[in-house]
């Protein structure tokens, strides 16, 4: 199913019109018509004001049960502390990162700070 089919099916179930939706929403009109038919895919922010203008949970939106749908299996991933034993470039990755939230922490908020909008500015050179 569509996510501009999944929207409309809501709206009828809640008695909305595209009108309603629109004032609940913010929404034109007619962009709620074009998500509804397919022409138009909206955005995650878009789905999210879909959501709450209708008052169901974000998931209810990909998913037509009651209940949120069940995760998959999937393996258990590994902390920080488990890498950081094994051998390799990984586990030195990982002593480092580790070492460096220790010292993090220690920083006053001021210094923190300042150090990580540093790195930022470094980062986008």
């Avoid at 470039?89 to 993090?104: H, I, N, P, V, Y």
Wanted: hydrophobic fraction near 40%; charge should be neutral.
């Amino acid at each position: 199913m569509m996510i501009g089919e999944r929207i409309r099916q809501i709206r009828e179930e809640k008695g909305f019109s595209q009108g309603d939706l629109e004032k609940a929403s913010g929404l034109l009109r007619c962009y709620i018509s074009r998500v509804e038919h397919g022409h138009t895919v909206p955005s995650l922010d878009t789905l999210e004001r879909f959501a709450a203008a209708l008052d169901v949970p974000l998931y209810r939106l990909f998913y037509a049960g009651d209940q949120a749908p069940s995760l998959p299996n999937l393996s258990r991933r590994k902390t920080l502390e488990e890498l950081a034993e094994e051998g390799g470039q990984s586990g030195s990755e990982a002593r480092f990162l580790l070492k460096l939230s220790t010292l993090l922490g220690r920083m006053a908020e001021a210094d923190r700070s300042f150090l990580l909008d540093f790195a930022k500015k470094l980062a986008t050179r």
